[in-house]
């Protein structure tokens, strides 16, 4: 099992619908939660973070966390074609320091 | 101001050239670090310097050479490359804030080893 697992994708939504991306993790004494957005050929943008049970937003974005399941994820709201991008999930381990394990990202593909 | 600065942002190299990476950053942030990444691959750690001294060294080859002069300045020096060193190079900074450990990354240097 991967430490940082999320779908490959490529997911594909239309324009102004809701993109539900995924990501599940296996150290259950993970504590820090990490999204960023990876355009073609650029670097990681942090776009979220959350460290506590339940949802945080920003703006159309939503990140939600439950330890419990061990699982984050990102909401999309009013999706764009500007939001087709590779997101990325990153997991702070228990006892990892200041060091991030990646997910292997989602491609996200938003249809006008 | 979350500015990570990389230079240059495009680099071609022959196997027997040697070059710098450099990467900056102005907020104060007491952790630097060096990632690899291959296309459609997340980013591979490279290195992780911690107050200015090296903490982390993912068991990469002796021909990448990172250094840290000051808190902040982050340099990879870069000898005898592969065709298969070819990547994007990423530098990343983060505050170290208990608990919070975000990392905030530049624009990353393309890397063509010929």
């Known amino acids: 099992q991967k430490e940082v697992e999320q779908n490959s994708g490529p997911l594909s939504v239309p324009e102004g619908a809701i993109a539900s991306l995924n990501c599940t993790y296996s150290d259950r004494g993970s504590q820090s939660f990490f999204w960023y957005r990876q355009y073609s050929g650029k670097s990681p943008e942090l776009i979220m973070s959350i460290y506590s049970n339940g949802d945080k937003e920003d703006g159309r974005f939503t990140a939600q966390l439950n330890k419990a399941s061990q699982y984050v994820s990102l909401l999309i709201r009013d999706s764009q074609p500007s939001d087709s991008a590779t997101y990325l999930c990153a997991v702070n381990k228990e006892n990892a320091g200041n060091m991030l394990t990646f997910g292997g990202g989602t491609r996200l593909m938003v249809k006008p | 101001d979350t500015e990570v600065t990389q230079t240059p942002k495009h680099l071609v190299m022959g196997m027997t050239n040697k070059k710098s990476l450099k990467c900056e950053q102005h907020?104060?942030?007491?952790?630097m670090y060096w990632y690899k990444q291959k296309a459609k691959k997340p980013p591979e750690l490279m290195f992780v310097?911690?107050?200015?001294?090296?903490?982390i060294n993912e068991s990469v080859p002796s021909r990448f050479s990172p250094e840290c002069p000051n808190s902040s300045l982050l340099n990879l020096h870069l000898h005898a490359l592969q065709p298969e060193d070819s990547a994007l190079y990423l530098c990343?900074?983060?505050?170290?804030?208990?608990?919070?450990?975000?990392?905030?990354f530049g624009a990353g240097t393309r890397l063509s080893v010929l």
């Open positions: 907020m104060g942030h007491r952790a």
């Open positions: 990343a900074s983060s505050p170290l804030t208990s608990g919070l450990y975000i990392q905030y």
């Open positions: 310097y911690s107050y200015e001294k090296l903490s």
